[in-house]
């Protein structure tokens, strides 16, 4: 099973996803052993200075690449407002502030393609 959350609207809701076999029927259990997960990608750049700084941390809620930067440190943001735009399979997700705030970091750049609970940004 895999866990997101998923923003629609401003809506947030997390989900649950369990991996089967597609047809509705329950998945077909086999005596051989699975396969050993992948390793975890390298890092696509080094951690900015900035890394970290806020106390509220935004993480990517979904693989994907950055698409747009809404905001930039030192800007305020309310609850709910857009900080980042991740692209994945061909749709704009808004990670968005959980909290108001202000911005002590943004963490990744436009094109940058990141795992699910990559740090984005923080706030303070």
Known sequence: MKNYTITVNGNVYDVVVEEGAGSGAAPVQTAAPKAAPKAAPKAAAAPKASAGAGSVRIEAGA???????????GQAVKKGDAVVILEAMKMEIPVVAPQDG?????????????????????LN
């Open 102 to 122: 202000t911005v002590a970091s943004i963490d990744v750049a436009v094109g940058d393609s990141v795992e699910a609970g990559a740090l984005l940004a923080t």
């Open 63 to 73: 693989a994907g690449k950055v698409f747009k930067l809404e905001k930039s440190a």
